[in-house]
């Protein structure tokens, strides 16, 4: 575990992944839901594609350098679920792209990244998208759907633990993840 002051590449990573990932969590929520939204799709999937180049990034930098100590003096379980809890984040921020893109593609929609077609959809005889594998598109769907509700989940305890930390313990945490440490 590294005891250093987080690098400014680690914490650019941590923002622009975690505001990222709040970012579409918020808009597949209403995009799923509200009248008229589908026009949001192209652009969830777009953001989701680019986003997911930083957060191979991230994971890659994290497995080479490992988790930054704690700067807290917190009980050893607080450690220990803060730890589990990073565990899902990362894993978690993985699985939404991954399976986002296995949706689209396995559905025949194929791949499209701000008007790019990285992969053209399967265009049947009736002019429609044909699905490729239906199963494994709607196995991904699901995934994709409960992945976001777990993380949905972890990232509120992830940052009901942040305000623990800065208010209660008022340690460094949350001042070190903003580069003031
Ligand atoms: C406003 C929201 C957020 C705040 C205030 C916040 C704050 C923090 C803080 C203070 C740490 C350092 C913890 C430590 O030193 O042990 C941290 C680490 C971490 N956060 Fe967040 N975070 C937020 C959102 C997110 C989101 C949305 C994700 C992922 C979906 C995320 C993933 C992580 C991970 C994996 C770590 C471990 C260290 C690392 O890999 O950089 N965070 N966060
Ligand atoms: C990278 C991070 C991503 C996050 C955090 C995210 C999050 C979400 C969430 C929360 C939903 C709503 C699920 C529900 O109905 O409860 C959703 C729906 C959806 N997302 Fe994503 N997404 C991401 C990336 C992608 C990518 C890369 C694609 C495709 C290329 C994609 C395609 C879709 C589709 C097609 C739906 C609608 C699924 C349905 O029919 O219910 N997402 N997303």
Do not use: C, Q
Not at 9 to 28: F, P, Q, R, Y
Not at 76 to 96: D, F, P, S
Not at 150 to 174: E, Q
Request: aromatic share 8%; charged share 15%; hydrophobic share 50%.
């Amino acid at each position: 575990m590294s005891t250093k002051p987080l690098s400014r590449t680690e914490i650019s990573l941590h923002w622009i992944v975690g505001l990222g990932m709040i970012a579409l969590i918020a808009v597949g929520l209403y995009m799923t839901r509200a009248e008229g939204a589908r026009w949001l799709y192209p652009l969830h999937k777009s953001f989701g594609v680019v986003i997911l180049g930083f957060i191979l990034w991230r994971a890659v930098l994290r497995l080479r350098k490992g988790w930054p100590a704690d700067v807290s003096t917190g009980a050893k379980w607080e450690h220990g679920l803060a730890r589990v809890m990073h565990w899902v984040l990362i894993l978690g921020t993985i699985a939404m792209p991954i399976s986002g893109m296995l949706d689209s593609y396995m559905g025949g929609r194929g791949l499209t990244v701000f008007g790019f077609d990285l992969i053209a959809a399967n265009i049947g005889d009736t002019g429609r998208p044909v699905a490729i594998n239906k199963a494994l598109g709607d196995f991904a769907e699901n995934v994709h759907i409960l992945a976001g509700k777990v993380l949905i989940a972890a990232i509120l305890l992830h940052v009901v633990g942040t305000l623990k930390h800065h208010v209660i313990d008022k340690d460094n945490t949350l001042r070190r993840m903003v580069g003031h440490s």
